[in-house]
């Protein structure tokens, strides 16, 4: 490895010592909620058993269920394998609380492009627009909400659900916060008490000490392949909220009828808890990454969003390249120094559910893990690095010098 490269990453890391502390105290406050809930529901051995079929009486299932539901802040939960990415548990929430004729309002602008055709802003025969119902978007300013928009928006029309999506996906805004959460759905309860409000949590799960749903969320939805799973959950997502949205979910999900009473584990179970179990740590560790990585990477010249001492909302970090190549470079340089397929050499093509040519660098365990160090970008301008995730800091730290010795070479 470069020693310059080395000794500016250690320099860095030496002054980041403050903020490393105050993401360790996080990590205890959040282990010490996820590991209260393991008490308080009485996990044992038992619960890691397992169900095929219909998945009728699966004790292990309700107890996870249980478990999400307390750290999580919410009524209810629904936790299954089933659902196969977030962009899927989004999915189906908005075809369990959507009817034709509802208005559909997201207030962070343009979600991300996997909505798209789920939406209808791309057409697809089975968008939520073919089933005429109607979205409307209102964009951020200034990074915060427009609420003289949104009030003039609500009033105008019966707004059925409002989206909001935290982490800034392929966009150039910055995610949005707990305490700006907060002031918004206060706002938005005062104009219309009865609006849905649901939140896209991907990315930003135990980054804060409190969950959406804390501050008046009725529902939030998330992946398992991102902070709660903790690397180890093989698939999965999660929607927990209000009790009847929960259940209103469940039906979509399997049938209505039966919802949340089917639905087999096939031996996940272990997975989800241990990988819950360790989430606090593994977030943690991806913060610091994410924060180093942008220390350094400011050093060399490059524009970054968030800044090192930055409030974060979520594990994503930005590194606007300006220039495709040292893009494309910077997430060969990931590739080249993860555990699996190291030899391969990413390169942009077409990606389901995306409008522009993507570069993904993710040698995981689990596939499309982001919790798991990754790196990733659609080839348009500004040339946008989105890089999450470290399982561990010291395999974080190892990456990055890799990845910035390829992109300096």
Same mark, same amino acid.
């Given at each position: 490895?470069?020693?310059?490269?080395?000794?500016? @990453?250690?320099?860095?890391?030496?002054?980041?010592?403050?903020?490393?502390?105050?993401?360790?105290?996080?990590?205890?406050?959040?282990?010490?909620?996820?590991?209260?809930?393991?008490?308080?529901n009485n996990v044992t051995? !038992?619960?890691?058993?397992?169900?095929?079929?219909?998945?009728?009486?699966?004790?292990?299932?309700?107890?996870?269920?249980?478990?999400?539901?307390?750290?999580?802040?919410?009524?209810?939960?629904?936790?299954?394998?089933?659902?196969? !990415?977030?962009?899927?548990?989004?999915?189906?929430?908005?075809?369990?609380? &959507?009817?034709?004729?509802?208005?559909?309002?997201?207030?962070?602008?343009?979600?991300?492009?996997?909505?798209?055709?789920?939406?209808?802003?791309?057409?697809?025969?089975?968008?939520?627009?073919?089933?005429?119902?109607?979205?409307?978007?209102?964009?951020?300013?200034?990074? %915060?909400?427009?609420?003289?928009?949104?009030?003039?928006?609500?009033?105008?029309?019966?707004?059925?659900?409002?989206?909001?999506?935290?982490?800034?996906?392929?966009?150039?805004?910055?995610?949005?916060?707990? %305490?700006?959460?907060?002031?918004?759905?206060?706002?938005?309860?005062?104009?219309?008490?009865?609006?849905?409000?649901?939140?896209?949590?991907?990315?930003?799960?135990?980054?804060?000490?409190?969950?959406? &749903?804390?501050?008046? =969320?009725?529902?939030?939805?998330?992946?398992?392949?991102?902070?709660?799973?903790?690397g180890i959950a093989p698939?999965?997502?999660?929607?927990?909220?209000?009790?009847?949205?929960?259940?209103?979910?469940?039906?979509?999900?399997? /049938?209505?009828?039966?919802?949340?009473?089917?639905?087999?584990?096939?031996?996940?179970?272990?997975?989800?808890?241990?990988? /819950?179990?360790?989430?606090?740590?593994?977030?943690?560790?991806?913060?610091?990454?994410?924060?180093?990585?942008?220390?350094?990477?400011?050093?060399?010249?490059?524009?970054?969003?968030?800044?090192?001492? %930055?409030?974060?909302?979520?594990?994503?970090?930005?590194?606007?390249?300006?220039?495709?190549?040292?893009?494309?470079?910077?997430?060969?340089?990931?590739?080249?120094?993860?555990?699996?397929?190291?030899?391969?050499?990413?390169?942009?093509?077409?990606?389901?559910?995306?409008?522009?040519? @993507?570069?993904?660098?993710?040698?995981?365990?689990?596939?499309?893990? !982001?919790?798991? /160090?990754?790196?990733?970008?659609?080839?348009?301008?500004?040339?946008?690095?989105?890089?999450?995730?470290?399982?561990?800091?010291?395999?974080?730290?190892?990456? /990055?010098?890799? =990845?910035?010795?390829?992109?300096?070479?």
């Amino acid at each position: 490895m470069n020693k310059n490269i080395i000794n500016l @990453v250690n320099e860095s890391e030496l002054e980041l010592t403050d903020i490393y502390k105050d993401i360790d105290n996080l990590c205890y406050k959040n282990s010490e909620k996820v590991l209260q809930a393991f008490w308080n529901n009485n996990v044992t051995e !038992s619960v890691f058993n397992s169900t095929t079929g219909y998945g009728y009486n699966d004790l292990g299932r309700d107890v996870i269920e249980k478990i999400f539901a307390e750290v999580l802040g919410g009524e209810k939960a629904l936790v299954r394998s089933q659902f196969i !990415s977030g962009s899927h548990a989004l999915t189906v929430a908005l075809f369990a609380y &959507l009817r034709p004729g509802d208005n559909l309002l997201s207030i962070t602008g343009k979600p991300y492009d996997t909505l798209d055709e789920v939406i209808g802003i791309k057409d697809n025969p089975s968008s939520l627009k073919s089933y005429n119902i109607n979205y409307l978007e209102i964009d951020l300013i200034d990074n %915060d909400f427009d609420y003289n928009k949104i009030k003039e928006t609500i009033i105008g029309n019966k707004i059925k659900l409002i989206e909001i999506q935290r982490s800034k996906g392929y966009s150039t805004r910055k995610s949005i916060t707990i %305490d700006k959460l907060k002031k918004v759905i206060k706002f938005i309860k005062n104009i219309d008490n009865n609006i849905i409000i649901m939140i896209d949590n991907c990315y930003c799960e135990f980054v804060e000490d409190k969950s959406p &749903l804390e501050v008046g =969320a009725d529902i939030i939805v998330g992946s398992l392949i991102k902070n709660l799973g903790g690397g180890i959950a093989p698939n999965g997502g999660y929607i927990v909220g209000r009790k009847d949205l929960v259940e209103l979910a469940g039906e979509r999900l399997t /049938l209505p009828g039966e919802g949340m009473e089917v639905g087999p584990t096939l031996g996940i179970n272990r997975y989800i808890l241990q990988g /819950l179990y360790n989430a606090p740590h593994v977030v943690s560790s991806s913060l610091k990454i994410a924060i180093l990585t942008s220390k350094v990477l400011e050093k060399l010249g490059y524009e970054v969003e968030p800044k090192y001492n %930055d409030k974060r909302a979520d594990i994503v970090q930005n590194i606007i390249f300006k220039d495709k190549n040292k893009l494309i470079k910077y997430c060969r340089g990931i590739q080249s120094a993860s555990p699996i397929d190291s030899n391969s050499t990413p390169i942009p093509d077409d990606m389901p559910g995306y409008t522009d040519k @993507v570069i993904m660098a993710a040698g995981t365990f689990i596939q499309g893990s !982001s919790i798991e /160090l990754s790196c990733d970008g659609p080839i348009r301008e500004p040339y946008i690095a989105y890089q999450q995730g470290s399982i561990t800091y010291e395999y974080g730290k190892i990456v /990055l010098i890799k =990845a910035i010795e390829n992109l300096e070479n």
